[in-house]
């Protein structure tokens, strides 16, 4: 299989190779590969603080039992399956329409769009909490236009809490990926675009026929990136809906409970179990590793 | 962890002590720039005064950014760059008492605690030994718009002596005279439950700090509050702490049962000027009810791996320990109630505040703090709040509060542990 | 005709509206901040809409409570550090995935990616024990070092390099030049736009980074804006103004570098077409 790649033309790794890709491999297996394997150890392990016991499994045991995990791992699944597609989506067609040399103020609306990512969370959060609150700007925006007769109660519904946590980090993150395709259509051949449009290929057409096939890479790696940032989603759902003096809850009812946010709390928040902690954050390495490697396989059955 | 790194984590920290005895720079942590840094800033300026060569260098992270930092660089082993003092918030005491041995210098050698609130004092207390220096306390109060009340038929005598189903009552009385809430409350947060549940001298623990959610007449009590305040409508939702704060400073809302750290909140209107009360709170109807209570709160501790333990303590126990001074400055600068009960007998305790029409609030406070039931706070109050906090809002739905109890109990169980 | 042309018209209004309505609400928040940071807290917490006149109040509680040349000094210092060894050592691994073939390469690659998939949460305690061991707890490059060898920065020069020619490659091995040389002369003034996209990403990633600088930096003259910033809004009673007038502060140099990098980004294009 090899022998037919066009990639086995290509040199073989000799000490230039290694020079390449050294210095990058040293620096993520110390720093990186190193306590990784130490967390890995940790899981094994079970008490608080510092007072840490072998354990084996115990910890798998009690994950099965935990019903504030499930919770977690059914938020967590909710927040990517609609927040990915969704946002990917809306970036790729504002890319698109972006990159249509006839629009004006091409470069104004660009930056605008892109502008959301290049906030600190501190502003971020303050701002979205003032402007979802009960009679805050969008409910009193909504009811002046008709939309709802009484405000919509973002902080107090399980539903709603998630909706408002997925418009933040659309808002947040639909910029910084329209960028990234946005490049990628900057390096695609014009002439191909002109040929086909010659050729009377209405622009839906060209935007599903050359557009997307030619941005594949891109979209796997995108797709990827906001896989693994909505599976470790943690900034906004701690910033938006945090608040109490001691514990309080993760949104109406634990509804913005996410994986990251539980480990947080165990890690940081309740008396410190490092071990549990662990063993979380290995159910998260687990379905990052299945979903992105669904995705790659994904991404490959179309080439054939 | 290993003990071998433990050991010499500790050994290393006690050779810096050698090296160091001469300079007594006094790192602290703390988290609020305008409450107890500013205050911990003013303890180190007096100290100095008799001890030229203090050196105080106080830290100020965001609360959780500092728990943050504390539970790591304790959980690592690493003396390097961790401070000599940090203020620890009460609930949060016995968390780290217990779960780092070891990690905490025992004060009880040094300070006199008998001084002190007595409820301060157990909830840093570990093995017959005392971990802190009690700083602020969070005693409450109900402070109440003695114009709305009295617009709605209550005169401040009244409201002295309610119990929360006559809270409830004047509230929808005050709703229909004056078009306001009575309160705002974040059903995402059981600050209110806690409240209420310590009032009556309960928790979610019991005396030796094993979880005690079924059969707690004080939390169900709580809870059944909680819920009548829900389904009775008598709120205006809050959405966070800023969200909160902005009902009653913004006027939306009659009153606000809170701890006594909110005073300054609530004078940065000075347009409602006169326009505010107190009153002790609502009480429950089941044994051991009282009118007082406490919310938050926080206390001092000192590290033991700390080069400059000594002077640490020695400070402490100067300026929080015996000042009487100290406590006058701090009230009436930061409007901070220290839990020294001595503190009351000075000048500024007496005075009276024309913001709260000429009452002596702080004498009414440290009179209430003396009798606030003292409970153990455990090691997981944390853990339980999160979840007693996730099902408030199934009390609204009009879930019955055995129920609630219930499944607040089944998942408590698989935190505490 | 007419009706085609309509129709044209139409969907280019829609078009232009589509744009728009995104342009809005994405720039809405940062207007909403400038007009915070004219405001009294009480009245950002009401979002009031309009400038107010609380700005140099705010200002002056600001620059009271903060050393703003120091700590945007210390921001400056590791964003630059960071961004500038991360471009370098990510790209060179990038290029080098793509361009040498290894029976290791894959595996050593997927390990790497590996590595994206932990929460930062569980890799934390670990990280500072690693540090206190090198004796670089509360330094800078305690803050920078574990950022530098970016998988994320590395997968996306070795997706980008999969559109790097390789006839300039091969032309360039017939003339006779080393590898570093192609790299240095030929690759990465090809890759600008690709760089000048990843310099974004990383710059502002190392500017605003918060979790990891908060746990390893321990005294008040080695923190960052994030971090004050953070603390500012830690208060029982946070003085939104004077946050508002740090997170306006703290935004500036991540949109300068944004503007200034949107031109590059352009010609880079231009340029790697031909």
């Not at chain 1, 379905?287 to 059955?301: G, K, M």
């Not at chain 2, 959610?213 to 205006?236: C, S």
């Amino acid at each position: 299989m090899s022998a037919i790649s066009p990639r086995s033309t290509r040199p073989r790794f000799d000490v230039n190779g290694w020079l390449f890709v050294g210095p990058a491999l040293a620096l993520i297996a110390t720093f990186m590969v190193f306590p990784v394997l130490h967390s890995l150890w940790m899981s094994f392990q079970t008490g608080l603080g510092m007072r840490l016991s072998f354990a084996g499994l115990k910890n798998i045991n009690r994950l099965f039992n935990d019903p504030l995990f499930f919770t977690a791992l059914t938020n967590t699944f909710i927040f990517f399956l609609v927040q990915v597609p969704v946002m990917l989506t809306l970036a790729l067609v504002t890319a698109a329409l972006l990159n249509n040399p006839d629009i004006r103020f091409r470069g104004v609306l660009r930056t605008a769009i892109f502008l959301p990512c290049v906030t600190s969370l501190v502003a971020y959060t303050v701002l979205f909490k003032s402007m979802f609150v009960a009679n805050g700007l969008i409910n009193t925006t909504l009811i002046n236009l008709g939309i709802v007769d009484t405000g919509i109660p973002w902080m107090t519904d399980p539903f709603w809490c998630r909706t408002m946590i997925i418009i933040a980090i659309t808002w947040r993150w639909t910029g910084y990926n329209m960028i990234f395709y946005l490049a990628a259509m900057q390096n695609i051949d014009r002439s191909v675009y002109e040929a086909a449009r010659i050729d009377g290929v209405p622009t839906y057409a060209r935007f599903a026929f050359l557009t997307v096939p030619m941005l594949k890479p891109v979209i796997l790696f995108t797709t990827v990136t906001s896989t693994i940032g909505t599976l470790q989603l943690f900034d906004e759902v701690s910033t938006i809906t945090g608040g109490g003096s001691a514990g309080g809850a993760a949104g109406p009812g634990n509804s913005a409970l996410t994986l990251s946010l539980y480990i947080y709390n165990l890690t940081f928040k309740f008396a410190p179990n490092f071990g549990y902690a662990a063993t979380v954050s290995y159910v998260i390495v687990f379905l990052v590793a299945i979903l992105s490697f669904l995705q790659f396989y994904a991404a490959r059955e179309r080439k054939a | 962890m290993n003990r071998k790194t433990v050991a010499l984590a500790f050994a290393s920290a006690s050779l810096i002590a050698i090296t160091a005895a001469q300079a007594a720079e006094v790192t602290v942590w703390c988290w609020d720039p305008n409450f107890n840094v500013a205050i911990m800033k003013e303890a180190g300026e007096i100290y100095a005064k008799t001890h030229p060569d203090f050196k105080l260098n106080v830290v100020d992270f965001a609360k959780a950014d500092l728990e943050q930092k504390l539970q790591t660089g304790l959980a690592s082993g690493v003396a390097d760059g961790m401070p000599d003092i940090v203020l620890i918030e009460d609930y949060g005491a016995q968390k780290y008492l217990q779960s780092f041995p070891d990690a905490f210098a025992p004060l009880s050698d040094k300070v006199d605690y008998s001084g002190f609130a007595p409820y301060k004092v157990a909830l840093a207390t570990l093995d017959d030994k005392v971990y802190s220096m009690p700083f602020d306390s969070g005693v409450t109060g109900f402070y109440y718009r003695k114009d709305l009340l009295s617009q709605a038929g209550f005169q401040p005598a009244d409201l002295q002596d309610l119990t929360w189903d006559k809270f409830i009552e004047i509230a929808k009385v005050v709703e229909e005279k004056t078009g306001k809430k009575m309160m705002a409350y974040d059903p995402n947060d059981a600050g209110l439950t806690r409240i209420i549940m310590q009032s009556a001298g309960g928790w979610y623990f019991d005396k030796d700090g094993n979880l005690a959610i079924e059969g707690n007449a004080a939390l169900k009590a709580a809870l059944e509050v909680v819920q009548k305040i829900q389904t009775a409508n008598i709120f205006r939702p809050a959405a966070g702490w800023a969200d909160w704060v902005g009902a009653f400073t913004g006027g939306e809302v009659a009153s606000v049962t809170t701890g006594v750290w909110i005073t300054g909140t609530v004078k940065s209107q000075p347009e409602q000027s006169g326009n505010w009360g107190i009153a002790p709170i609502p009480k429950l109807t089941i044994d051991g009810a009282t009118h007082y209570s406490n919310l938050g709160g926080s206390s001092w501790y000192v590290l033991a791996a700390s080069p400059a333990k000594d002077e640490a303590i020695d400070f402490l126990n100067d300026i929080y320990g015996k000042d009487i001074d100290f406590y006058q400055k701090i009230l009436v600068d930061r409007g901070a109630v220290g839990s020294l009960l001595a503190a009351r007998e000075g000048a500024a305790y007496k005075s009276t505040d024309a913001f709260f029409g000429g009452e002596p609030i702080w004498q009414t406070f440290s009179d209430w703090l003396s009798k606030v039931p003292s409970v153990n706070y455990g090691t997981f109050t944390n853990e339980v709040d999160s979840v007693v906090a996730a099902h408030q809002p199934d009390l609204a739905k009009g879930a019955s509060v055995d129920d609630v109890i219930k499944a607040i109990d089944e998942q408590a169980k698989t935190l505490v542990q | 005709m007419t009706t085609h042309g309509l129709k044209k018209r139409l969907a280019s209004a829609a078009v232009y509206l589509f744009l728009a309505v995104m342009a809005f609400l994405s720039v809405f928040p940062f207007l909403w901040m400038v007009i915070g940071a004219t405001n009294s807290t009480s009245d950002i917490i009401k979002g009031k809409m309009s400038f107010g006149e609380g700005l140099l109040v705010n200002a002056a509680t600001f620059f009271s409570q903060v050393n703003a040349p120091l700590i945007f000094w210390n921001s400056a210092k590791i964003t630059i550090i960071a961004t500038v060894s991360t471009l370098l050592i990510s790209s060179l691994a990038g290029y080098g995935f793509e361009i040498f073939s290894s029976r290791f390469r894959e595996k050593l690659y997927s390990l790497m990616l590996l590595t994206l998939m932990i929460p930062f949460a569980a890799l934390m305690i670990p990280l500072f024990m690693l540090m206190g061991k090198f004796g670089l707890i509360n330094t800078h490059i305690a803050v920078v070092l574990p950022t530098v060898a970016s998988a994320f920065i590395v997968f996306y020069f070795r997706q980008s390099t999969k559109a790097f020619p390789h006839e300039l490659r091969d032309a360039a091995r017939v003339d006779g030049l080393k590898e570093w040389q192609i790299f240095f002369l030929i690759y990465m003034p090809v890759m600008r736009s690709t760089y000048a996209a990843a310099f974004i990403i990383v710059f502002m990633t190392a500017w605003n980074n918060y979790l990891w600088p908060l746990i390893v930096l321990q005294s008040n003259d080695t923190k960052t804006i994030t971090l004050v910033i953070s603390s500012l809004g830690s208060a029982y009673y946070p003085d939104y103004g004077a946050v508002m007038i740090g997170t306006v502060l703290a935004t500036i140099p991540t949109l300068f570098v944004f503007f200034a990098m949107q031109r590059q980004f352009v010609e880079g294009m231009l340029g790697s077409v031909k």
